[in-house]
């Protein structure tokens, strides 16, 4: 992964930085939900937490984005199954809304070094640099702000009321 746009010396630090995030909301949410029987978002910080302290192990001059990939689907995976059991809709979208679009990018920039064999910086690195940073920001802040700050539950449900009309319509 050294070929990137940001070095991996910053890259280290934005990493440390996500981490220390999802760590402070995993204990944000645990203090907040002391004295509340509903524990949702604890299981949902703590998944994200455990998750993306995995990175502390991995050595970022080896990793490949195949390898971030996997780590991001077995992620979503957890959330899927906690969104199950453990009914959350706002918080579960848009961590799983942040955790597609990174496993996405992920693939996409695999595709792109290691089987097309693109070695040259070129618009779609910058995209990613940008979205896989936006997307952990997003991620961190669904769980201190609690709102549905970008719509994406109202549109989801919007969609899916579509969709359900479609197929009773038609």
């Given at each position: 992964m050294n070929n990137v746009l940001i070095p991996?010396?910053?890259?280290?630090?934005?990493?440390?930085?996500?981490?220390?995030?999802f760590l402070m909301a995993f204990l944000y949410s645990l203090t907040t939900s002391i004295n509340n029987s509903a524990k949702q978002v604890v299981w949902l910080s703590l998944v994200m937490a455990i998750s993306y302290c995995f990175s502390f192990f991995v050595d970022i001059y080896d990793i490949t984005y195949i390898e971030l990939f996997c780590y991001d689907v077995v992620t979503l995976f957890f959330i899927f199954f906690l969104r199950y059991y453990l009914p959350e809709k706002r918080i579960s979208t848009y961590l799983l809304f942040g955790l597609s679009i990174n496993s996405l990018l992920f693939l996409a920039m695999h595709i792109d070094v290691f089987v097309r064999g693109n070695y040259e910086p070129w618009w779609f690195w910058s995209v990613y640099t940008v979205v896989i940073n936006m997307m952990d920001i997003i991620m961190i802040s669904i769980f201190f702000i609690k709102k549905d700050f970008l719509r994406l539950v109202h549109v989801m449900d919007k969609l899916a009321g579509f969709i359900m009309r479609a197929k009773l319509g038609g």
């Open positions: 991996p010396e910053v890259s280290v630090y934005i990493g440390v930085l996500v981490q220390w995030g």
